[in-house]
């Protein structure tokens, strides 16, 4: 994925298809009006992130929710999803 690719952070929960909008395995971003997801682009490639947790690539997709325009981050499988999580030295270092 080229290294100019929007960050978007979200969290993975829940990660699921919503067929009912016409949408394979997806997660859900925000509103359309939120700021931070202002200026994106539906098919525009993404990479979700939950900090300290997971991420993936995703494309994204507007659809109308109850009357609102509302974001959704695609997934290609959930073998999308990468474990990013890093242990903390100081909790490392603490005998079992």
């Known amino acids: 994925m080229s290294p100019d690719v929007r960050i978007i ?4 929960f829940p990660t699921e ?3 009912e909008y016409g949408l394979g395995l997806s997660v859900y971003l925000g509103p359309a009006d ?3 997801l202002s200026g994106l682009q539906n098919g525009e490639h993404i990479r979700l ?3 300290n947790e997971l991420e993936a690539e995703a494309i994204a997709q507007q659809v109308i929710v ?3 325009a509302t974001w959704f ?5 959930l073998d999308a999803i990468r474990v990013i999580y890093q ?3 100081a909790l490392s270092d603490v005998a079992p």
């Open 66 to 68: 109850n009357g609102h």
């Open 49 to 51: 992130v939950e900090p």
């Open 87 to 89: 242990p903390s030295s």
């Open 9 to 12: 952070e979200t969290e993975f």
């Open 73 to 77: 981050g695609i997934l290609a499988g």
């Open 34 to 36: 939120w700021p931070p």
């Open 17 to 19: 298809e919503h067929p």
